[in-house]
């Protein structure tokens, strides 16, 4: 039903910051817990933030906790993902998804239904 589009990623250098977006359309955002999910080359698709309808809970992975910010803004159909302190480990391509699921935010990608095109995030070091 809903359709994701990231964009934002790009080649950055180590101790940087990006920010990624993903905008819905097709469905309005408030339906869905959203959450960013990323794939190195050679690596199975990992979970690195989570957020609910309403934005009131959050989950991260522990490899981007303190660094990276998860926030949501239901009137623009848009969730960002905010990367500082970026490091080369965090290299991958990065996908938005969305369930309509209940909570609690979930950290398998099995449990999220739709999912964008994914946008390559490349940091130098």
């Known amino acids: 039903q809903v359709q994701l589009v990231e964009s934002g990623g790009g080649l950055v250098q180590a101790g940087d910051s990006l920010r990624l977006s993903c905008a819905a ?13 990323r794939q190195a080359p050679g690596n199975e698709r990992e979970f690195v933030a989570g957020i609910s309808r309403r934005g009131s ?35 991958g391509v990065y996908y938005c998804a969305a369930t309509g ?7 398998s990608a099995n449990s999220y239904g739709y999912w964008g095109q994914g946008t390559q995030v490349t940091v130098s070091s």
């Open 25 to 37: 359309s097709g469905g309005t955002l408030s339906s869905y817990i959203m959450g960013w999910f």
């Open 57 to 91: 809970s959050i989950s991260y992975a522990d490899s981007v906790m303190g660094r990276f910010t998860i926030a949501r803004d239901n009137a623009e159909n848009t969730v960002y993902l905010q990367m500082s302190s970026l490091k080369s480990e965090d290299t």
């Open 101 to 107: 699921s209940s909570l609690p935010i979930r950290r």
